[in-house]
């Protein structure tokens, strides 16, 4: 007896210690949550969203080229968990993680060489820096149309190390009168980009006012900001290079939490399932989406010729290896009427053939338009009609059935 006691009382500290000494639970999904400018988690690997750091283990935070607001003079931090807080080592003060912020972003959206993406178009790369790299890990990259202030197609791969890169030089814009003017051109676009997007309010009033001598109804729809290369594509530390301005997509939020949701989880999921370095995924826009306004059609732009409301939103996923591939291509369009859907389709879907699409086929959501009609398509097919997917980055698919990807990894 007295020894059940004992293991019931043991039991029941071990169970006191555990609710009195928390872990350290760094969600990276919750802005709200970490800092502003969160630091790289070197030491943990993250799973599901978030970096669980027991009581008592050591964490390591670094800020790349950037340095910690609290500690100006340091790139890394080793920090122990004490009680759902951190124990800093340079002076040994107990600080919460909202309080070990960088000074700036370890993620940066620069001026970059991007493979098929030639002039007027530009390049960009979405890049992250370890302390003491000299060479920065290239997360993703874009092929932005300055002019119209819409991404033509974006890049993410599932490498450990970022995307595999042709030869390029990482010097930025030179210090000349054009460079200076690129620059200063950019920091523009991106500012409007960010009020526009950063507040579905604004993004309601602004369409409202731009359809009001229309009166066009828009039901329960509104516009949200959504982005081409979702979180999920990225490993959990390094989800945020989904979230530049220039990355983003104008999507009915109908869409955007229902098909664009569903696609981009299933192509996450075949992103983890394959092996390392397999698999390329492109994403992109395609198109104005036009409203009926009377007995007319207005193309949807949010500032005059820019900022357009697409009327299709694409991803192209390639496995350079096994030669197959498969676009899957979204309406972006919840008012589509039922006369115009054939029209509207330009290819045989093979959506119902793709074994890997399960989010997409549940309960054959991916044929409601309320949510973003979804069709699939071998992609010679689908780069004859988008020409903003480079259709050189195909040239290994062969045409048909032998070049579809509808088998998955697992």
């Not at 664009?260 to 492109?282: F, I, K, M």
């Not at 991803?315 to 589509?336: E, G, I, K, S």
């Not at 074994?355 to 992609?379: H, I, K, M, T």
């Amino acid at each position: 007896m007295a020894r059940i006691t004992s293991s019931v009382l043991v039991l029941f500290c071990v169970k006191l210690a555990s609710l009195m000494d928390p872990a350290c639970v760094i969600d990276l999904e919750c802005e709200e949550c970490v800092p502003d400018n969160m630091p790289l988690v070197t030491s943990h690997r993250a799973a599901n969203g978030s970096v669980r750091v027991e009581d008592g283990d050591e964490v390591t935070l670094a800020c790349g080229g950037g340095k910690f607001l609290a500690y100006p003079l340091r790139e890394s931090l080793g920090a122990v968990c004490r009680g759902g807080r951190f124990l800093a080592h340079p002076d040994g003060a107990l600080r919460h993680l909202l309080e070990l912020g960088c000074q700036e972003s370890v993620f940066e959206d620069v001026l970059h060489e991007v493979e098929h993406c030639a002039p007027p178009l530009q390049g960009r790369a979405v890049r992250t820096r370890a302390p003491g790299s000299g060479a920065p890990r290239h997360l993703a990259t874009l092929c932005f149309d300055a002019d119209r202030a819409v991404a033509a197609f974006a890049r993410a791969g599932n490498a450990p190390a970022g995307l595999a890169l042709p030869p390029h030089s990482e010097a930025r814009a030179p210090l000349s009168l054009l460079g200076n003017l690129q620059q200063l051109f950019d920091a523009r676009l991106r500012a409007d980009a960010r009020r526009l997007f950063s507040d579905d309010a604004r993004l309601e009033r602004r369409l409202r006012g731009l359809l009001r001598p229309e009166r066009v109804a828009l039901a329960a729809q509104a516009l949200t900001a959504a982005p081409l290369l979702a979180p999920r594509y990225f490993d959990g530390q390094s989800a945020r290079a989904a979230g530049f301005e220039a990355g983003a997509v104008l999507a009915w939020r109908g869409v955007a939490a229902g098909n664009l949701r569903h696609l981009q989880r299933d192509v996450a999921r075949l992103l983890r399932a394959a092996p390392p370095r397999a698999l390329d995924v492109y994403a992109g826009t395609h198109g104005v989406l036009s409203l009926r306004a009377g007995a007319a059609r207005r193309p949807l732009f949010l500032k005059p010729g820019r900022f357009p409301v697409p009327q299709y939103v694409w991803t192209v996923v390639h496995d350079a290896a096994a030669r197959r591939a498969l676009a899957l291509v979204l309406l972006n369009d919840p008012f589509v009427a039922v006369s115009e859907i054939r029209e509207r389709v330009f290819c045989e879907s093979a959506c119902g053939r793709a074994a890997w699409l399960r989010d997409l086929r549940e309960n054959r959501n991916y044929e409601v338009p309320a949510q973003g009609l979804v069709f699939c398509c071998p992609v010679h097919d689908f780069a004859a009609v988008v020409a903003e997917m480079p259709r050189r980055a195909l040239a290994d698919v062969p045409a048909g059935d032998a070049g579809m990807l509808v088998d998955s990894y697992a």
